[in-house]
Structure formats: structure tokens, C-alpha cells
């Protein structure tokens, strides 16, 4: 059974940081594209940032870029997502996802076929 567990979710003032995790069961993430997205209130949901190590490649969305960065510890089977600088429109649910194995990173939905339930972060002004 695949299992994906976001946390380090929270509430900040903008321009402070935060380190989301992903723990990883019944999948082997160094294998697969992971990605972060997010949902803020009726928007769509939107693809953050995306690694694919095997592939070679990291993703990030301009307004992300420079400020956060996606890394992970196959040792630990587990994703991260450092943010710094906050700012309030980066107030949403952040959910991790993985893509079926050795397949490059897509940047919809329909890309990943593994979620996890999601971890809010707010930023206030």
C-alpha cells in the first residue's frame, strides 16, 4: 500500500520559512518524479516544484524560484520542500505527489498517480 505523509505545515508571517516532508511508504522515490503542488481556495490546484533524480532534472514555478527549493533523502525515502520568504499568496494546502517510475516530470495533475492528504501552510501579512 502506498502511503504518502505531508507535515511541517503551519501558520508564519510573511517572510518567514518553513520545511515541509514527505514520508514515503510502498513507493521507492528515488525511482519516480516527486512533486509538490498546491490549492489555495478556489483556485486549481498547481504544481510548485518537481524532482526527478534519475532524470536529471528540478522543477520550479517562476514565482517559487529562489525561494524555495525541493530536495530528498532516498535514505530516508522521504521529500522535502524548504520555503523562505513567504509571502501571503503562498497561503494553501501543499500536498506531495509521485509519478509512476522512471517516467520524466509533468507538470499536471494527471502526471502523478500517488497524493498524499495535504498539510496547510498560512502566511499572514
Known amino acids: 500500500q502506498v502511503q504518502l505523509v505531508e507535515s511541517g505545515g503551519g501558520s508564519v508571517q510573511a517572510g518567514g520559512s518553513l520545511r515541509l516532508s514527505c514520508a514515503a511508504s510502498g513507493v521507492t522515490i528515488s525511482t519516480r518524479c516527486m512533486g509538490w503542488f498546491r490549492q489555495a481556495p478556489a483556485k486549481e490546484r498547481e504544481r510548485v516544484a518537481s524532482?526527478?533524480?534519475?532524470?536529471?532534472?528540478?522543477y520550479y514555478a517562476d514565482s517559487e524560484k529562489g525561494r524555495f527549493t525541493i530536495s530528498q533523502d532516498n535514505a530516508k525515502n522521504t521529500l522535502y520542500l524548504q520555503m523562505n520568504s513567504l509571502k501571503p499568496e503562498d497561503t494553501a494546502m501543499y500536498y506531495c505527489?509521485?509519478?509512476?517510475?522512471?517516467?520524466?516530470?509533468?507538470?499536471?495533475?494527471?502526471?502523478?498517480?500517488?497524493w498524499g492528504q495535504g498539510t496547510q501552510v498560512t502566511v499572514s501579512s
Open positions: 524532482i526527478y533524480i534519475r532524470g536529471g532534472s528540478t
Open positions: 505527489a509521485a509519478a509512476p517510475a522512471w517516467v520524466q516530470c509533468l507538470p499536471r495533475e494527471s502526471g502523478y498517480n500517488y
